[in-house]
């Protein structure tokens, strides 16, 4: 879609609702341990997330923004950090932090294009008032279920593209343990363990790995090649799935391989819990709609 129906849909909308890494490893210790010992050990490396208190960092999921920072204490709350887009819960309550439309520029442009069709000042007030909460910069108090309806629409918001805040119940927050259970095979050397994991086994929910592997990397999707590290204690520290050097349809001229996911967890026990921002302003009705299409 051309910048400019991009701006012309978000504006007609808006206008509507205002009038109403390289991976780390261990030293080895230069002995492997059988198949299936090492693939247990990985299995209960994971579930020291239930823990519920850990800090993470995750790049290159597919359909997700890089986690920065990702601060777990279950069930008190939980931080979760993008570039330019963060989220928390504290007890009960949501909080968003987050730059609407991506620039300054893009946002001059939707201004110009407010007046250009006509919008009264009271809108324009209202839009305006939008815009310096979701300046990127400051927190503003959020409806979890609103935030939830604006990321439904496929494709059209940047909610989409973060990593969801966790249900309650829901300890594995980076999603570590999904990767694990698709693991295939397993050896260990000192504490990191290599081997392949099946691709389709991955829930694509969980927009770490592609939707339809298969679609992308035939054959190769079952065999995709990963290395976890532990620490001493058999927790999971770090987590890499390389990608497939060839596509099923290779195009003319190659591709750029599609850069790996890693995982990093550390903290364990340690990571308190997010503290709520003081006097964060409630985000107004007219902003979730915005919210929706900032994108298309």
């Not at 920072?69 to 819960?89: K, N, S, Y």
């Not at 279920?145 to 594995?172: C, N, T």
Request: hydrophobic fraction near 40%.
């Amino acid at each position: 879609m051309t910048t400019s129906r991009m701006l012309a849909v978000a504006l007609a909308a808006v206008l509507g609702v205002a009038g109403c890494a390289k991976p780390g490893a261990a030293p080895s210790t230069g002995r492997t341990t059988p198949s299936g010992d090492a693939r247990a050990a990985l299995l209960k490396s994971a579930e020291a997330l239930k823990t519920g208190s850990y800090s993470f960092s995750r790049t290159g999921a597919y359909l997700s923004q890089d986690v920065q920072r990702g601060d777990v204490h279950l069930p008190d709350g939980v931080l979760l950090e993008h570039e330019q887009r963060a989220a928390m819960r504290v007890g009960d309550v949501v909080y968003l932090r987050y730059l609407l439309h991506g620039s300054a520029e893009m946002r001059d442009q939707y201004m110009k294009l407010y007046k250009q069709h006509g919008a009264t000042a009271a809108q324009l007030k209202d839009i305006e008032k939008i815009y310096a909460l979701l300046d990127g910069k400051r927190w503003v108090r959020a409806d979890a279920k609103e935030l939830v309806a604006a990321a439904a629409i496929d494709e059209q918001s940047g909610l989409d593209y973060m990593a969801p805040l966790p249900k309650p119940g829901e300890y594995d927050v980076p999603g570590a343990g999904g990767l694990v259970t698709a693991v295939t095979t397993a050896a260990r050397a000192g504490d990191t363990i290599t081997g392949t994991l099946d691709a389709t086994k991955v829930d694509p929910d969980l927009n770490l790995l592609f939707s339809d592997p298969t679609h992308l990397y035939g054959p190769a999707a079952k065999t995709m090649s990963y290395q976890a590290v532990l620490d001493g204690q058999g927790r999971l520290t770090e987590f890499t799935v390389t990608m497939p050097g060839q596509l099923a349809s290779e195009p003319a001229g190659g591709h750029e391989p599609e850069p790996p996911l890693v995982i990093k967890i550390s903290g364990y026990g340690e990571t308190a819990a997010p503290t709520a921002p003081k006097d964060a302003p409630v985000l107004p009705p007219s902003a979730y709609e915005m919210l929706s299409r900032d994108v298309d």
